[in-house]
Protein backbone atom coordinates (compact mmCIF):
# COMPACT_ATOMS: atom_id res chain seq x y z
CA UNK A 1 0.00 0.00 0.00
CA UNK A 2 2.62 2.76 0.78
CA UNK A 3 4.31 2.14 -2.62
CA UNK A 4 0.69 2.68 -4.56
CA UNK A 5 1.91 6.03 -5.78
CA UNK A 6 5.25 4.38 -6.84
CA UNK A 7 2.53 1.71 -9.12
CA UNK A 8 1.21 5.21 -10.75
CA UNK A 9 4.08 7.01 -11.56
CA UNK A 10 6.23 3.65 -13.06
CA UNK A 11 8.48 5.68 -15.41
CA UNK A 12 10.72 6.60 -12.12
CA UNK A 13 11.52 3.23 -12.27
CA UNK A 14 14.56 4.17 -14.76
CA UNK A 15 16.15 6.46 -12.34
CA UNK A 16 17.48 3.26 -10.58
CA UNK A 17 19.75 2.91 -13.08
CA UNK A 18 22.94 4.51 -12.24
CA UNK A 19 24.56 5.57 -15.11
CA UNK A 20 21.37 6.85 -16.74
CA UNK A 21 20.55 8.84 -13.52
CA UNK A 22 23.82 10.21 -13.64
CA UNK A 23 23.33 10.66 -17.04
CA UNK A 24 20.04 12.96 -16.75
CA UNK A 25 21.25 14.68 -13.46
CA UNK A 26 24.61 15.91 -15.92
CA UNK A 27 22.02 16.91 -19.23
CA UNK A 28 19.94 18.92 -16.77
CA UNK A 29 22.57 20.83 -15.97
CA UNK A 30 24.38 21.03 -19.17
CA UNK A 31 20.53 21.87 -20.52
CA UNK A 32 20.06 24.32 -18.59
CA UNK A 33 23.17 26.08 -19.16
CA UNK A 34 22.62 25.97 -22.92
CA UNK A 35 18.95 27.36 -22.55
CA UNK A 36 20.38 30.41 -20.50
CA UNK A 37 23.10 31.01 -23.15
CA UNK A 38 20.37 31.33 -25.54
CA UNK A 39 18.33 33.17 -23.89
CA UNK A 40 21.36 35.78 -23.38
CA UNK A 41 22.28 35.81 -26.70
CA UNK A 42 18.61 36.24 -28.02
CA UNK A 43 18.21 39.20 -25.60
CA UNK A 44 21.71 40.97 -26.29
CA UNK A 45 21.35 40.42 -29.90
CA UNK A 46 18.28 42.44 -30.17
CA UNK A 47 19.52 44.85 -27.69
CA UNK A 48 21.88 45.78 -29.76
CA UNK A 49 20.14 45.25 -33.05
CA UNK A 50 16.47 46.14 -32.78
CA UNK A 51 16.73 44.12 -35.75
CA UNK A 52 13.92 40.73 -35.87
CA UNK A 53 16.17 39.70 -38.48
CA UNK A 54 19.49 39.71 -36.49
CA UNK A 55 17.59 36.90 -34.46
CA UNK A 56 17.06 34.83 -37.26
CA UNK A 57 20.43 35.13 -38.62
CA UNK A 58 21.14 33.47 -35.00
CA UNK A 59 19.22 30.29 -35.90
CA UNK A 60 20.85 30.93 -38.95
CA UNK A 61 23.80 30.86 -38.18
CA UNK A 62 23.57 27.05 -35.97
CA UNK A 63 22.11 25.38 -38.34
CA UNK A 64 24.05 25.27 -41.45
CA UNK A 65 26.97 23.82 -39.58
CA UNK A 66 24.63 21.96 -37.78
CA UNK A 67 22.55 20.10 -40.46
CA UNK A 68 26.51 19.49 -42.14
CA UNK A 69 27.84 17.88 -39.45
CA UNK A 70 24.75 15.95 -38.06
CA UNK A 71 24.38 14.38 -41.19
CA UNK A 72 28.26 12.26 -41.29
CA UNK A 73 28.05 12.18 -37.42
CA UNK A 74 25.63 9.60 -37.11
CA UNK A 75 27.69 7.31 -38.93
CA UNK A 76 30.75 7.96 -36.40
CA UNK A 77 28.50 7.41 -33.52
CA UNK A 78 27.59 3.97 -34.61
CA UNK A 79 31.37 3.13 -35.44
CA UNK A 80 33.49 4.92 -32.22
CA UNK A 81 32.66 5.42 -28.21
CA UNK A 82 29.68 6.91 -28.51
CA UNK A 83 30.05 8.17 -24.63
CA UNK A 84 33.17 9.52 -26.00
CA UNK A 85 31.41 11.65 -28.45
CA UNK A 86 29.12 13.36 -26.02
CA UNK A 87 31.91 14.48 -23.81
CA UNK A 88 33.97 15.62 -26.60
CA UNK A 89 30.85 17.78 -28.53
CA UNK A 90 30.02 19.04 -24.58
CA UNK A 91 33.69 20.53 -24.51
CA UNK A 92 33.27 22.35 -27.46
CA UNK A 93 30.28 23.66 -26.42
CA UNK A 94 31.93 24.70 -23.31
CA UNK A 95 34.83 26.11 -25.55
CA UNK A 96 32.15 28.42 -27.30
CA UNK A 97 30.84 29.74 -23.48
CA UNK A 98 34.00 30.75 -22.82
CA UNK A 99 35.22 32.44 -26.35
CA UNK A 100 31.26 34.50 -26.15
CA UNK A 101 31.93 35.62 -22.84
CA UNK A 102 35.16 37.08 -23.51
CA UNK A 103 33.28 39.14 -26.45
CA UNK A 104 31.00 39.87 -24.65
CA UNK A 105 33.75 41.36 -21.96
CA UNK A 106 35.62 43.61 -24.45
CA UNK A 107 32.48 44.59 -27.00
CA UNK A 108 33.36 48.21 -25.98
CA UNK A 109 36.77 48.09 -27.93
CA UNK A 110 36.07 45.77 -30.36
CA UNK A 111 32.60 47.49 -31.78
CA UNK A 112 28.63 46.38 -31.86
CA UNK A 113 29.23 45.32 -35.69
CA UNK A 114 32.38 43.65 -35.44
CA UNK A 115 30.70 42.04 -32.01
CA UNK A 116 27.68 40.59 -33.63
CA UNK A 117 29.46 38.79 -36.21
CA UNK A 118 31.57 37.19 -33.58
CA UNK A 119 28.37 36.28 -31.84
CA UNK A 120 27.05 34.77 -35.18
CA UNK A 121 30.78 32.87 -35.50
CA UNK A 122 30.78 31.84 -31.92
CA UNK A 123 27.10 30.20 -32.92
CA UNK A 124 28.52 28.44 -36.00
CA UNK A 125 31.16 27.14 -33.53
CA UNK A 126 28.15 25.63 -31.38
CA UNK A 127 26.59 24.33 -34.31
CA UNK A 128 29.42 21.80 -35.01
CA UNK A 129 29.59 20.66 -31.35
CA UNK A 130 25.54 20.21 -31.50
CA UNK A 131 26.15 18.37 -34.80
CA UNK A 132 28.16 15.72 -32.87
CA UNK A 133 26.41 15.51 -29.42
CA UNK A 134 22.62 15.23 -30.89
CA UNK A 135 23.12 11.44 -32.37
CA UNK A 136 25.92 10.17 -30.06
CA UNK A 137 23.19 11.29 -27.08
CA UNK A 138 20.47 9.75 -28.90
CA UNK A 139 21.79 6.43 -29.59
CA UNK A 140 23.28 6.16 -26.47
CA UNK A 141 20.70 6.45 -24.29
CA UNK A 142 19.35 2.92 -26.42
CA UNK A 143 22.80 1.51 -24.41
CA UNK A 144 21.98 2.34 -20.57
CA UNK A 145 18.68 1.62 -20.56
CA UNK A 146 17.00 -2.10 -21.20
CA UNK A 147 14.75 -2.24 -24.16
CA UNK A 148 11.52 -2.94 -22.32
CA UNK A 149 11.89 0.80 -20.38
CA UNK A 150 13.18 2.99 -23.81
CA UNK A 151 8.92 4.76 -23.07
CA UNK A 152 10.02 5.35 -19.40
CA UNK A 153 14.00 6.39 -20.77
CA UNK A 154 11.86 9.09 -23.21
CA UNK A 155 9.55 10.46 -20.94
CA UNK A 156 12.08 11.07 -18.53
CA UNK A 157 14.38 12.44 -21.12
CA UNK A 158 11.20 14.82 -21.91
CA UNK A 159 11.09 15.72 -18.50
CA UNK A 160 14.80 17.00 -18.37
CA UNK A 161 14.60 18.98 -21.43
CA UNK A 162 11.82 20.73 -20.98
CA UNK A 163 12.93 21.57 -16.99
CA UNK A 164 15.86 22.64 -18.44
CA UNK A 165 13.91 24.65 -20.67
CA UNK A 166 11.50 26.25 -18.48
CA UNK A 167 13.99 27.02 -15.78
CA UNK A 168 17.07 28.32 -18.42
CA UNK A 169 14.95 30.98 -19.99
CA UNK A 170 13.81 32.36 -16.70
CA UNK A 171 17.01 32.60 -15.36
CA UNK A 172 18.16 33.99 -18.45
CA UNK A 173 16.01 36.77 -18.64
CA UNK A 174 15.69 37.75 -14.69
CA UNK A 175 19.72 37.39 -14.30
CA UNK A 176 20.80 39.25 -17.08
CA UNK A 177 18.17 42.17 -15.76
CA UNK A 178 19.84 42.05 -12.11
CA UNK A 179 23.39 40.70 -12.99
CA UNK A 180 23.93 41.46 -16.68
CA UNK A 181 25.27 39.35 -19.64
CA UNK A 182 28.72 38.97 -18.11
CA UNK A 183 28.19 37.51 -14.88
CA UNK A 184 25.51 35.71 -16.17
CA UNK A 185 27.93 33.67 -18.51
CA UNK A 186 30.55 33.09 -15.50
CA UNK A 187 27.39 31.05 -13.65
CA UNK A 188 26.37 29.44 -17.45
CA UNK A 189 29.87 28.16 -17.90
CA UNK A 190 30.03 26.49 -14.35
CA UNK A 191 26.86 25.06 -15.30
CA UNK A 192 27.65 23.29 -17.61
CA UNK A 193 31.40 22.26 -16.87
CA UNK A 194 29.27 20.58 -13.92
CA UNK A 195 27.14 19.00 -16.31
CA UNK A 196 29.71 17.24 -18.07
CA UNK A 197 31.50 15.88 -15.16
CA UNK A 198 28.35 14.13 -14.05
CA UNK A 199 28.29 12.71 -17.83
CA UNK A 200 31.53 11.53 -17.84
CA UNK A 201 30.74 9.27 -14.58
CA UNK A 202 28.73 6.98 -16.42
CA UNK A 203 29.69 3.40 -16.98
CA UNK A 204 29.35 2.93 -20.86
CA UNK A 205 30.66 -0.27 -22.85
CA UNK A 206 31.36 0.44 -25.83
CA UNK A 207 29.74 -2.36 -28.27
CA UNK A 208 32.19 -2.08 -31.73
CA UNK A 209 30.61 -2.72 -35.18
CA UNK A 210 32.14 -4.61 -37.69
CA UNK A 211 32.72 -2.24 -41.12
CA UNK A 212 33.05 -3.82 -43.81
CA UNK A 213 36.45 -3.26 -45.52
CA UNK A 214 35.26 -2.04 -48.92
CA UNK A 215 32.44 0.41 -47.42
CA UNK A 216 32.84 4.17 -47.53
CA UNK A 217 31.71 6.53 -45.17
CA UNK A 218 29.22 7.66 -47.38
CA UNK A 219 27.74 4.54 -47.97
CA UNK A 220 27.58 4.08 -44.88
CA UNK A 221 25.18 7.43 -44.50
CA UNK A 222 23.33 6.79 -47.13
CA UNK A 223 22.33 3.20 -45.82
CA UNK A 224 20.71 5.49 -42.82
CA UNK A 225 18.77 7.52 -45.23
CA UNK A 226 17.29 4.87 -47.28
CA UNK A 227 16.55 2.75 -43.72
CA UNK A 228 14.54 5.88 -42.61
CA UNK A 229 13.03 6.26 -46.15
CA UNK A 230 11.96 2.90 -46.30
CA UNK A 231 10.78 2.44 -42.58
CA UNK A 232 7.15 4.77 -43.05
CA UNK A 233 6.55 5.27 -39.08
CA UNK A 234 10.27 6.58 -38.74
CA UNK A 235 9.71 9.10 -42.11
CA UNK A 236 6.60 10.12 -41.39
CA UNK A 237 6.93 10.81 -37.73
CA UNK A 238 10.18 13.06 -38.95
CA UNK A 239 8.08 14.69 -41.89
CA UNK A 240 5.46 16.11 -40.00
CA UNK A 241 7.27 17.47 -36.88
CA UNK A 242 9.78 19.31 -39.30
CA UNK A 243 7.20 21.09 -41.51
CA UNK A 244 4.79 21.97 -38.18
CA UNK A 245 7.41 23.24 -36.58
CA UNK A 246 9.53 25.16 -39.53
CA UNK A 247 6.46 26.97 -40.53
CA UNK A 248 4.30 27.16 -36.91
CA UNK A 249 6.37 28.11 -34.50
CA UNK A 250 7.10 31.69 -33.41
CA UNK A 251 9.64 31.08 -30.40
CA UNK A 252 12.11 32.64 -32.07
CA UNK A 253 10.28 36.64 -32.19
CA UNK A 254 9.19 36.48 -28.97
CA UNK A 255 11.77 39.23 -27.99
CA UNK A 256 10.06 41.35 -31.20
CA UNK A 257 6.46 40.48 -29.71
CA UNK A 258 7.47 41.51 -26.30
CA UNK A 259 9.06 44.92 -27.68
CA UNK A 260 6.75 45.84 -30.43
CA UNK A 261 3.00 43.99 -29.26
CA UNK A 262 3.25 43.99 -25.54
CA UNK A 263 5.76 46.60 -24.84
CA UNK A 264 7.57 45.16 -22.01
CA UNK A 265 10.82 44.14 -20.68
CA UNK A 266 13.55 41.58 -20.29
CA UNK A 267 11.67 39.71 -17.84
CA UNK A 268 8.61 39.26 -19.97
CA UNK A 269 11.15 37.69 -22.77
CA UNK A 270 12.37 35.19 -20.07
CA UNK A 271 8.98 34.11 -18.90
CA UNK A 272 7.30 33.71 -22.14
CA UNK A 273 10.62 31.86 -23.49
CA UNK A 274 10.14 29.42 -20.48
CA UNK A 275 6.32 29.18 -21.17
CA UNK A 276 6.47 26.31 -23.81
CA UNK A 277 8.28 24.00 -21.48
CA UNK A 278 6.46 24.52 -18.12
CA UNK A 279 3.40 22.65 -20.64
CA UNK A 280 5.44 20.47 -21.82
CA UNK A 281 7.02 19.10 -18.08
CA UNK A 282 3.18 19.62 -17.06
CA UNK A 283 2.30 17.16 -20.11
CA UNK A 284 5.25 14.88 -19.43
CA UNK A 285 3.88 14.30 -15.90
CA UNK A 286 0.90 13.76 -17.26
CA UNK A 287 1.88 11.22 -19.67
CA UNK A 288 4.67 9.62 -16.66
CA UNK A 289 1.59 9.02 -15.16
CA UNK A 290 -1.07 8.05 -18.50
CA UNK A 291 0.82 6.67 -20.38
CA UNK A 292 -0.35 7.23 -24.18
CA UNK A 293 -0.49 3.30 -24.98
CA UNK A 294 -2.90 2.71 -27.76
CA UNK A 295 -3.92 5.64 -30.23
CA UNK A 296 -0.07 6.96 -29.48
CA UNK A 297 -0.40 8.51 -33.01
CA UNK A 298 -3.53 9.96 -32.99
CA UNK A 299 -2.59 11.76 -30.56
CA UNK A 300 0.70 12.88 -31.92
CA UNK A 301 -1.50 14.19 -35.35
CA UNK A 302 -4.19 15.60 -32.85
CA UNK A 303 -1.93 17.30 -30.72
CA UNK A 304 0.27 18.99 -33.85
CA UNK A 305 -2.93 20.51 -35.14
CA UNK A 306 -4.02 21.89 -31.53
CA UNK A 307 -0.51 23.62 -31.24
CA UNK A 308 -0.47 25.23 -34.55
CA UNK A 309 -3.81 27.12 -32.67
CA UNK A 310 -2.17 27.98 -30.04
CA UNK A 311 0.44 29.52 -32.43
CA UNK A 312 -2.55 31.81 -33.58
CA UNK A 313 -4.09 32.63 -30.38
CA UNK A 314 -0.35 33.79 -29.49
CA UNK A 315 0.23 35.95 -32.35
CA UNK A 316 -3.08 37.91 -31.79
CA UNK A 317 -2.66 38.28 -27.82
CA UNK A 318 -2.04 41.65 -26.72
CA UNK A 319 -1.79 40.36 -23.18
CA UNK A 320 1.21 38.67 -21.17
CA UNK A 321 -0.82 36.27 -19.46
CA UNK A 322 -2.57 34.92 -22.68
CA UNK A 323 0.24 35.06 -24.46
CA UNK A 324 2.06 33.17 -21.53
CA UNK A 325 -1.29 30.56 -21.54
CA UNK A 326 -0.99 29.87 -25.44
CA UNK A 327 2.61 28.98 -25.48
CA UNK A 328 2.25 27.09 -22.36
CA UNK A 329 -0.27 25.38 -23.83
CA UNK A 330 1.73 25.23 -27.39
CA UNK A 331 4.45 23.25 -25.40
CA UNK A 332 2.28 20.64 -23.98
CA UNK A 333 0.88 19.77 -27.25
CA UNK A 334 4.02 20.02 -28.77
CA UNK A 335 5.75 17.65 -26.06
CA UNK A 336 3.01 14.91 -27.10
CA UNK A 337 5.00 14.76 -30.38
CA UNK A 338 7.83 14.67 -28.97
CA UNK A 339 7.56 11.89 -26.46
CA UNK A 340 5.48 9.36 -29.25
CA UNK A 341 9.16 10.53 -31.50
CA UNK A 342 11.45 9.46 -28.81
CA UNK A 343 10.03 5.84 -28.74
CA UNK A 344 9.38 5.77 -32.06
CA UNK A 345 13.00 6.09 -32.43
CA UNK A 346 14.09 2.97 -30.10
CA UNK A 347 11.58 0.60 -30.79
CA UNK A 348 11.91 0.64 -34.70
CA UNK A 349 15.72 1.28 -35.21
CA UNK A 350 18.60 -1.47 -34.60
CA UNK A 351 21.44 -0.34 -32.59
CA UNK A 352 23.64 -0.87 -35.53
CA UNK A 353 22.17 1.79 -37.46
CA UNK A 354 20.52 4.11 -33.97
CA UNK A 355 23.68 6.63 -34.97
CA UNK A 356 22.46 7.80 -38.26
CA UNK A 357 19.11 7.37 -37.42
CA UNK A 358 19.59 10.01 -34.45
CA UNK A 359 21.15 11.99 -37.21
CA UNK A 360 18.79 12.29 -39.51
CA UNK A 361 16.25 13.11 -36.60
CA UNK A 362 18.69 15.76 -35.91
CA UNK A 363 18.64 16.63 -39.23
CA UNK A 364 14.84 17.03 -39.24
CA UNK A 365 14.40 18.95 -35.89
CA UNK A 366 17.88 21.16 -37.01
CA UNK A 367 15.95 22.07 -39.74
CA UNK A 368 12.45 22.73 -37.91
CA UNK A 369 13.72 24.73 -35.20
CA UNK A 370 16.87 26.93 -36.72
CA UNK A 371 16.13 27.08 -40.09
CA UNK A 372 12.22 27.66 -38.88
CA UNK A 373 13.79 30.41 -36.71
CA UNK A 374 15.63 32.37 -39.63
CA UNK A 375 12.28 31.51 -41.57
CA UNK A 376 10.61 33.38 -38.42
CA UNK A 377 12.55 36.52 -38.88
CA UNK A 378 12.92 37.03 -42.38
CA UNK A 379 8.96 36.65 -42.82
CA UNK A 380 8.44 38.89 -39.64
CA UNK A 381 10.88 41.97 -41.78
CA UNK A 382 8.68 41.58 -44.99
CA UNK A 383 5.35 40.57 -44.47
CA UNK A 384 4.87 41.52 -40.72
CA UNK A 385 5.03 40.01 -37.35
CA UNK A 386 1.79 39.00 -36.91
CA UNK A 387 1.09 38.08 -40.70
CA UNK A 388 3.91 35.66 -40.63
CA UNK A 389 3.00 33.86 -37.61
CA UNK A 390 -0.73 33.30 -38.76
CA UNK A 391 0.54 31.78 -41.97
CA UNK A 392 3.30 29.71 -40.61
CA UNK A 393 0.14 28.24 -38.12
CA UNK A 394 -1.92 27.42 -40.70
CA UNK A 395 0.69 25.41 -42.68
CA UNK A 396 0.65 23.71 -39.40
CA UNK A 397 -3.22 23.10 -39.43
CA UNK A 398 -2.89 21.80 -42.92
CA UNK A 399 0.35 19.40 -42.45
CA UNK A 400 -1.56 18.09 -39.35
CA UNK A 401 -5.39 17.37 -41.37
CA UNK A 402 -3.83 15.52 -44.38
CA UNK A 403 -1.13 13.67 -42.28
CA UNK A 404 -4.12 11.50 -41.98
CA UNK A 405 -4.86 10.13 -45.28
CA UNK A 406 -0.75 10.20 -46.47
CA UNK A 407 0.80 8.89 -43.20
CA UNK A 408 -1.71 6.24 -42.25
CA UNK A 409 0.85 3.98 -40.64
CA UNK A 410 1.91 6.96 -38.06
CA UNK A 411 -2.39 7.20 -37.32
CA UNK A 412 -2.54 3.94 -36.61
CA UNK A 413 -0.38 3.58 -34.21
CA UNK A 414 0.21 2.43 -31.00
CA UNK A 415 2.38 1.69 -28.36
CA UNK A 416 1.02 -1.90 -26.61
CA UNK A 417 3.22 -5.27 -27.26
Given at each position: ?S??W???F????????T??????????L??????????L?????Y?LT????A?????????I???????F??????????KK??????C??????????F????KN????D?????I??????T?I?RG???P????????????N??????????????T?????????????????????????L?????????????V?I???????????????????????????I?????????????FG???????V?????L??????????????????????????Y?PL???????F????????????????????????A???L????D?????V??????????????G????I????????NE?????S???A????L?????IGAG???G???????????????????
Amino acid sequence: MSNHWLDRFQTLSVLKITSYRNYQIGRLLFLLGLQMQSVLIAIYVYYLTKDPMALGLTGLSEAIPYLITAFFAGSLADIYNRKKMVIFASCGYLLSIIVLTFVVLFKNQIGVDVTIWLIYGIIFLTGISRGFFAPAQGALMAQIVPKNMYAQSATIGSIVWNTACVAGPALGGILYNVLGVQSTLYLVLGMCAMGVLFMSSIVHIHIPVEIKRDESHMNRVWQGVLFVRKTPILYSAMLIDMLAVLFGGAVALIPVFVDKQLHLGEEAIGILRAAPSIGAVLCSFWVSYRPLGRHAGKWFLLNIFLFGLCMIGFALSPYLWLSFAFLLLSGAFDNISVIVRSVIYQKYTPDEMRGRVMSINSIFIGSSNEIGSFESGLAARYIGLVPSVLIGAGITLGVSSTAVKWAPALWDLHFED
